[in-house]
């Protein structure tokens, strides 16, 4: 003789595993992430980190 399940739905409170929380940086609009611009010179726009 099994027990019946609960009818009620229990909220589980279940620690969610959070997302890897992305850096609140964009690729940099003028040199698309390179971190160079068109002369390849370090962009003046990311200062060469190619985000911004
Ligand atoms: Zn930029
Ligand atoms: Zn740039």
């Known amino acids: 003789m099994r027990p019946d399940p609960p009818d009620e739905a229990i909220p589980s409170p279940d620690p969610q595993p959070l997302p890897p929380i992305e850096p609140k940086r964009w690729r940099c609009c003028h040199c698309g992430g390179t971190g160079l ?16």
């Open 37 to 52: 611009d068109s002369y390849a010179e370090t962009c003046l726009h990311c200062e060469g980190l190619g985000f911004c």
